[in-house]
């Protein structure tokens, strides 16, 4: 019998992080002027650690029920309430990251088509090809917007889901009520699920982040997380809440893969969700700023109004983006090369989640670099 190998072939079609290259290239580089992480630089809030030692300490570091504890989860709905008039089922899961992988599990058959706008998180393509579906990316070059009829034109009778992601990792770009609109038809018209990766939706900074939750109640997966918000990146807790059909079978599906997110970290996300965040986000709003105007003049870039990223093109003189990236790394500056979140290799991306100084050096540089 000829063997086949041990490793299945899908295995092929996944690319190991290109952020983790990055790193591995800059691994030799001492002090290094780091742009590249996409981390909140600011303490977890001192209530949210508290409510996580209180847990460990009040015992309550065993098994929870798989969707959730109650105070969790009723906190959730309540915030769902409020900002939508929305009472969907509501799962808690490890990370935004664990939610997507559970929802594309539950939803994508072998062959089924997946449609997202390039760029796009770098873990769509990769966790699409994981469970057997097919990516199918849509430019939204130059502007990073929703391009509605470049998207409805890839939509064929394999499609399954529509994935949108707002404010955008890595453009920082915030779809428009309209575009909300507009997408909420598309998923309508097609009959197509749409999940929407809301992870960055407390980081926006020109006024209210819309969502297009209010336009497609019936066939919306909302992913959201604490990551971000409230710098809890290695606390993996986040949550999905959409129609109950959907919630129902990825909780089976975390029943046998995550069993539950962490015990002490649900505790303390029930702290998290009372937690009043705006100091940050306004310190992060002046940064966009800084790098903006540093930034001007040398590089051409869309303004980003979420997130803490800004994708700027790379200067004319380079062969690509990743020519002016390990420009940049040798002049020991880190960034991340656009290809990692793009099928094209023109931008790269700029993380402001970091101090005052390390901004105004590290601009200082690229612009240098981008002159020759």
């Known amino acids: 019998m000829r063997r086949r190998g041990f490793v299945a072939g899908r295995t092929s ?24 992480i996409g981390q909140p630089d600011f303490a977890v809030p001192a209530p949210i650690k508290e409510a996580a030692i209180a847990a460990i300490r009040e015992d309550f570091n065993g098994y929870t029920v798989t969707q959730g504890i109650p105070a969790l989860r009723d906190g959730i709905g309540q915030q769902l309430q409020e900002e939508f008039d929305w009472s969907p089922a509501v799962l808690v899961t490890c990370g935004v990251s664990g939610g997507l992988l559970l929802a594309l599990m539950c939803c994508v058959d072998p062959g089924d088509e997946v449609v997202f706008v390039d760029p796009y998180f770098v873990e ?90 209010p336009y497609a109640r019936d066939r919306v997966l909302l992913l959201r997380g604490f990551s971000k918000s409230y710098a809890m990146t290695g606390w993996r807790l986040g949550y999905a809440a959409g129609p109950q059909s959907v919630i129902e079978e990825m909780t089976k599906l975390q029943q046998y893969t995550f069993v539950h997110a962490p015990s002490m970290a649900q ?47 790379a200067p004319d003189g380079f062969a690509n983006a990743t020519a002016f990236v390990e420009e940049a790394i040798r002049n020991n500056v880190l960034i991340i090369p656009g290809n990692v979140f793009s099928e094209q290799d023109t931008h790269f991306r700029i993380s402001y989640a970091t101090d005052d100084e390390s901004i105004l050096k590290g601009c200082e540089v690229l612009c240098r670099v981008a002159e020759g």
């Open 13 to 36: 079609l996944i690319d190991a992080s290109g952020i983790r290259r990055v790193f591995d290239l800059a691994a030799g580089m001492r002090d290094p002027i780091n742009l590249s």
């Open 267 to 313: 505790h303390a996300g029930v702290v998290a969700l009372q937690t009043d965040m705006s100091r940050h986000i306004a310190d992060y709003a002046r940064r966009r700023d800084l790098v903006c105007d540093r930034l001007a003049g040398h590089f051409e870039a869309v303004r980003p109004s979420g997130g803490f990223y800004v994708f700027p093109k």
């Open 124 to 213: 769509y393509k990769h966790l699409v090809h994981a469970v057997g579906g097919k990516p199918v990316m849509v430019s939204a070059y130059p502007g990073f917007g929703f391009p509605a009829d470049r998207v409805e034109a890839a939509i064929t009778d394999r499609t399954k889901l529509l994935l949108i992601n707002s404010p955008s990792n890595p453009t920082g770009v915030v779809m428009s009520d309209e575009e909300c609109r507009a997408a909420a038809s598309l998923a309508e018209r097609h009959d197509l699920l749409m999940i929407t990766d809301e992870i960055y939706n407390q980081l926006v900074y020109d006024g209210p982040c819309p969502s297009v939750v």
